[in-house]
């Protein structure tokens, strides 16, 4: 069967369906997607769901040659502008065209493509649909997955991979994975004057769009599976080769796709929500422990903040690189598989960092000193290195959990504004730290995961700065993590106490109710915070701009030593001069110093 015609006979099927009678029948299939009570809280918010864009994908998977082929078709209605011209938004080509968009169709008729910028298509669209009408813009595309890059299972090996960050493995290929984020062109966002959000810069996230509809089938080798966001519809055998596996969803702001061979999964029920963890067979402990994280952060997070809106949601073991630690997308989620095998093997996390075999080398020592009561401290290295690193992996599920309300559901720019999300996500898993574990560990992990990371980045060099700024401005990934998950959350916790709790839980459940389903802009959760607090307005304005504009991070999170950086998350170990001296050149070398 052509790709072409199955949208007519998908259509046809949906249509004689009893069940998805009333609207638009792939919207309805799409609206399985949420929980039973959502749809009218979305639509008092943004309006009908059938007058979102709706996207029709279809894919076709060959990962022995990294080879992607398929058409996508987006159905956009015209509602208070005229369209004369539409964007699509391909993040894969930031580095380089690895997918190529070709024979575009605009409601049928053949149409011209431009390219403005390396990420970015234009399609004129004549006669200009105006407001009231819709138009359907088609495209095939063809792309080839880059290889991953080594070292993409060691924690501190990928810090040490060559080369610009780009897009931290979103879009690659290892034999038994391919990520394909992003192989689905969007519509950006638009600016007031039409012209389309800034795309991905090589730091930070890679895009954000408006909520859509999506129905879309991949089709995979036998042996093979498809991970996606949304609800799925399926599994049916090619009658050729393969596989088709089919998705559907809806209020999403993008559709990662991912293909696996060999992954094992688990899954749970939480507040009627079914959880799925997927994992590759050799972390398969791992795998499972990560369920339980990822049900126990949408747990508190749905009674603190409120209710998510969709039935089901995944957690994917993904080889990223470069330091991510995970990947968010709405209703689903990956982890890097560093994170993974760190916590199942300490060991692992030397693996192909340079000056990491003396290091690793030199804690052995120390452990078998431990042992022997012959250490300055009695804390044995690797005991704690194993507790570290298993914070990490729970911190970094929360941290990507939080994320389904900001920027998923509150949305904000990512490219332009990265700090309106990524701080206050941040916060909110130290927050669900206290939620969840108490207060003493919270702050153990505030100091572990925010101000250590920002005391790190000046040791080895690094100067402060405003986080204030678009990805862009970022010299570098270890520079925008130390302001951006370093500094600037912890805005949220002086504003904390600034305004008390009760006014600042106050606010952010404010926020994400007053937000929900729309964009927010830069300063909106430090006012719904002041309104909260009566008479703070000007006090919170100022302690934002402490934080976020100007350079107090040494003043006030102090100077750091390595023995105080190790202090928070290995114990009463102690370091003498020598291996103070040693630890700081690893670091240099590992900064590239």
């Given at each position: ?22 609207g638009s029948p792939e919207v309805q299939l799409c609206l399985q997607h949420l929980k039973s009570s959502e749809r009218e809280q979305a639509e008092k918010a943004i309006g009908p769901v059938e007058e979102l864009p709706l996207y029709r994908v279809q894919l076709e ?361 990524e701080a206050l996500t941040q916060y909110a898993a130290v927050l669900y730290f206290e939620w969840a574990h108490g207060k003493e560990a919270a702050e153990s992990l505030r100091q572990e995961a925010l101000v250590a990371a920002y005391q790190m980045y000046r040791m ?134």
């Amino acid at each position: 069967m052509a790709p072409s015609s199955r949208w007519v006979v998908l259509a046809l099927l949906l249509a004689a369906s009893p069940a998805l009678a009333g609207g638009s029948p792939e919207v309805q299939l799409c609206l399985q997607h949420l929980k039973s009570s959502e749809r009218e809280q979305a639509e008092k918010a943004i309006g009908p769901v059938e007058e979102l864009p709706l996207y029709r994908v279809q894919l076709e998977v060959d990962p022995s040659k990294r080879e992607v082929k398929g058409r996508v078709q987006v159905e956009v209605l015209a509602k208070k502008r005229t369209i004369s011209e539409l964007f699509l938004r391909v993040t894969p080509n930031a580095s380089g065209r690895k997918v190529t968009i070709s024979e575009a169709k605009i409601d049928g008729q053949p149409a011209s493509i431009e390219r403005p910028e390396p990420t970015l298509i234009r399609v004129p669209v004549n006669p200009p649909a105006e407001p009231g009408a819709s138009v359907k813009l088609e495209v095939s595309l063809q792309a080839t997955v880059p290889r991953a890059k080594a070292n993409t299972g060691s924690l501190l090996g990928a810090l040490g991979a060559s080369g610009p960050p780009g897009d931290y493995g979103a879009f690659s290929a290892t034999p038994d994975f391919l990520s394909l984020v992003g192989i689905v062109p969007m519509m950006p966002p638009l600016s007031e004057d039409g012209t389309p959000w800034a795309g991905p810069s090589g730091i930070g996230d890679l895009a954000l769009y408006d909520l859509s509809n999506v129905v879309g089938t991949v089709t995979v080798p036998s042996g093979w599976k498809v991970h996606a966001t949304g609800v799925a519809m399926g599994e049916v055998p090619e009658k050729t080769s393969g596989v088709r596996f089919s998705y559907a969803a809806t209020l999403v702001r993008d559709f990662p796709v991912f293909v696996s061979r060999g992954y094992e999964s688990a899954s749970k029920t939480v507040n009627g929500v079914t959880v799925e963890s997927f994992y590759s067979s050799r972390n398969a402990a791992v795998g499972k422990r990560v369920l339980q994280y990822t049900a126990s952060a949408l747990e508190t997070f749905e009674r603190k903040l409120g209710a998510l809106p969709y039935k089901h949601f995944r957690v994917l073991e993904a080889p990223l690189s470069d330091g991510a630690g995970g990947m968010e997308f709405q209703g689903l989620i990956t982890v890097g598989t560093s994170l993974y095998r760190g916590a199942a093997d300490p060991n692992s996390i030397f693996e192909g960092a340079p000056g990491m075999e003396m290091f690793r080398d030199m804690m052995q020592q120390m452990q078998q000193m431990s042992s022997m009561g012959m250490g300055q401290g009695g804390a044995n290295p690797f005991d704690s290195i194993t507790k570290t690193l298993e914070r990490t992996l729970e911190f970094t599920v929360a941290h990507e959990v939080a994320h389904q309300y900001f920027a998923g559901l509150v949305g904000t720019d990512p490219i332009k504004d990265p700090v309106a999300d990524e701080a206050l996500t941040q916060y909110a898993a130290v927050l669900y730290f206290e939620w969840a574990h108490g207060k003493e560990a919270a702050e153990s992990l505030r100091q572990e995961a925010l101000v250590a990371a920002y005391q790190m980045y000046r040791m080895m060099g690094g100067p402060d700065g405003s986080a204030l700024r678009p990805t862009e401005e970022y010299e570098s990934s270890m520079e925008y993590g130390a302001i951006v998950y370093g500094k600037a959350p912890l805005f949220f916790h002086a504003a904390r106490k600034l305004v008390g709790d009760e006014a600042f839980f106050r606010g952010l459940r404010s926020y994400v109710d007053t937000y929900r389903y729309k964009w927010a802009c830069l300063d909106c959760v430090r006012k719904e915070l002041a309104k909260a607090s009566s008479g703070r307005s000007g006090a919170l304005e100022r302690l934002q701009d402490r934080w976020w504009k100007e350079l107090h991070g040494d003043e006030d999170l102090g100077a750091a030593s390595i023995e105080s950086l190790m202090g928070a998350s290995m114990g009463d170990m102690k370091l003498d001069k020598e291996t103070q001296k040693l630890m700081e050149e690893i670091l240099k070398g590992l900064s590239g110093q």
